[in-house]
């Protein structure tokens, strides 16, 4: 069995930080492509960011490229997304997804999810 399991959300005031992590098992998060997918309040999801396979790179959405770091550890079966210079509209339900078609917003095109975490960013 896949299980995804995020944490490390929370509130921050605009302009601070946090790490998100996904603990993964049943998965080898080497081996499949990684993705960020988040969903505010009254609005579709979107896709963040994306770590592909192997070392074939990372890929961002532009209105995070620049702040956002994805990273995994493969020892630890874990993937992670360093938020810096966090602003209001980052505001989300952050969650991890296992493969899938690269850079799609929904959900339910990856193969596995996890059940989120609450990102609030507010002064």
């Known amino acids: 069995e896949v299980q995804l399991v995020e944490s490390g959300g929370g509130m921050v005031q605009p302009g601070g930080s946090l790490r998100l992590s996904c603990a993964a098992s049943?998965?080898?998060?080497?081996?499949?492509?990684m993705s960020w997918v988040r969903q505010a309040p009254g609005k579709g999801p979107e896709w963040v960011s994306t770590?592909?396979?192997?070392?074939?790179?990372?890929f961002y959405k532009h209105t995070v490229r620049g702040r956002f770091t994805i990273s995994r550890d493969n020892a630890k079966n874990s993937l992670y997304l360093q938020m810096n210079s966090l602003k209001p509209e980052d505001t989300a339900q952050y969650f991890c997804?296992?493969?899938?078609?690269?850079?799609?917003?929904?959900?339910?095109?990856?193969?596995?999810w996890g059940q989120g975490t609450q990102v609030t960013v507010s002064s």
């Open positions: 770590i592909a396979r192997g070392d074939r790179g990372t």
């Open positions: 997804a296992a493969g899938g078609p690269r850079g799609s917003d929904l959900l339910q095109e990856y193969d596995y």
């Open positions: 049943g998965i080898s998060i080497s081996a499949t492509d």
